[in-house]
């Protein structure tokens, strides 16, 4: 890898690669506020908690509600996450073409959520996480990549 992105805030450059960047995504012909309200929403899927985490206007909220413990965390969420998360992407970066070329775009550079509290998705804040967004962002920028140059 060439070069270093971190993303973090929607205002910042590259910040469209964040999951509360407002590009709503349709999955399974649900159409949801953004990737952030898909991905919380899934921790409950099939219930009413999924509806209610949709139907709110903030990514903040939505993310708030999803790590409310008082709701039923679905029992496999530890074994889908990745999964949910990869479909969330995947719908994002294939429905919006100015972020599919954006995110092409940056060819070979390393992408890193610069997130201080979040050492799963994020890089931890001092690079000590896993950057499991980063990682995935990655791993679809080299599908697209692909396809492209298929086509």
């Given amino acids: 890898m060439s070069q270093l992105i971190h993303f973090y805030r929607v205002s910042d450059p590259f ?3 964040s999951n509360f960047a407002p590009y709503p995504i349709e999955v399974g012909g649900i159409t949801w506020p953004t990737s952030e309200h898909y991905f919380q929403g899934q921790k ?3 219930t ?3 509806d209610e985490i949709r139907a709110v206007l903030s990514p903040t ?3 708030q509600m999803g790590r409310d413990r008082h709701r039923p965390l679905r ?3 530890e074994q889908v996450k990745d999964d949910v998360m990869r479909s969330a992407l995947f719908a994002k970066f294939t429905q919006h073409e100015k972020l599919r070329r954006l ?4 060819g070979d550079a390393e992408l890193v959520e610069h997130a201080k509290s979040d050492s799963y998705w994020g890089d931890g804040g001092d690079g000590s996480g896993k950057n499991a967004l980063g990682k995935l962002l990655m791993e679809l920028r080299q599908v697209l990549s692909t396809a492209t140059t298929d086509a």
Avoid: C, K, M, S
């Fill in 75 to 77: 029992t496999d969420w």
């Fill in 103 to 106: 995110l092409i775009g940056t």
């Fill in 48 to 50: 009413h908690h999924a």
């Fill in 15 to 17: 910040g469209e690669f």
């Fill in 61 to 63: 909220v939505a993310a």
């Fill in 44 to 46: 409950f899927a099939g």
